[in-house]
């Protein structure tokens, strides 16, 4: 059974830091790997998708990288500022079943 | 664009009440899904439809019950309330292949 686990659970930076936000998975059988943000009371804003034949992918000052034979993804965000503060969550989807398997989130707050 | 529309998004139910959530997209995706959010257990998916005309179990099916309308239309009911049903419910949609879920903004549920 694929487990999605994000550390830490919250991070605290002060703007203009560079951060990076950690997921890992257990089956490494992915198609591909989604980063979403969560504003509170909000719904999940779609970031970053990654196949599973890639490494990377960017999006303005975000980027994220995928190792699939170690299980692991990171999302880099350069030059943090206030309006980043969320939770970001991280999705893998497997071959063979049609659902996403989330990570629990890491809580992030910049602060000004 | 409208996207995933979800109704209502608030809602509080007495136990033993039932109620439909509705979704409904725009993007002309033929799968959906419908997850719940509960703190520190992420989401998990309750129901998805791959294509028109099928539903499917997820990893937390009981207590529910499901009907793909149509293409954009997917509904959730709960046929009898029970506490344990509080949750944020979310609906996404995804286009087949290796495509990026898009999530509508949630249901938050209170049955009390």
């Known amino acids: 059974k694929q487990e999605v686990t994000q550390i830490p659970a919250a991070l605290s930076v002060p703007e203009g830091e560079n951060l990076v936000l950690n997921c890992s998975f257990t089956?490494?059988?992915?198609?591909?790997l989604q980063w979403f943000r969560q504003d509170p009371g909000k719904g999940l804003t779609s970031l970053l998708l990654i196949q599973s034949s890639q490494r990377e992918q960017t999006s303005g000052r975000l980027n994220a990288s995928l190792d699939k034979s170690s299980g692991r993804s990171t999302l880099y965000i350069a030059a943090s500022q206030p309006g980043d503060s969320a939770t970001y969550l991280c999705?893998?989807?497997?071959?063979?079943?049609?659902?996403?398997?989330f990570g629990t989130g890491t809580r992030l707050l910049v602060s000004p | 664009n409208a996207g995933v529309t979800q109704t209502p998004k608030f809602q509080v139910l007495k136990t033993g009440q039932s109620m439909t959530l509705q979704c409904a997209q725009d993007?002309?995706?033929?799968?959906m899904y419908w997850y719940r959010q509960d703190p520190g257990m992420g989401l998990r998916l309750i129901y998805y439809s791959a294509s028109e005309g099928t539903t499917d179990k997820g990893e937390v099916p009981n207590g529910y019950n499901v009907s793909r309308l149509n293409k954009r239309e997917f509904s959730l009911r709960l046929e009898s309330a029970a506490p344990s049903q509080t949750s944020v419910y979310f609906c996404?949609?995804?286009?087949?292949?290796?495509?990026?879920?898009?999530f509508g903004q949630g249901t938050r549920l209170t049955v009390v």
């Open positions: 999705a893998v989807r497997g071959t063979g079943f049609q659902k996403l398997v």
């Open positions: 996404a949609s995804r286009e087949q292949g290796n495509t990026e879920a898009f």
């Open positions: 993007m002309n995706h033929n799968s």
């Open positions: 089956d490494s059988a992915i198609y591909n």
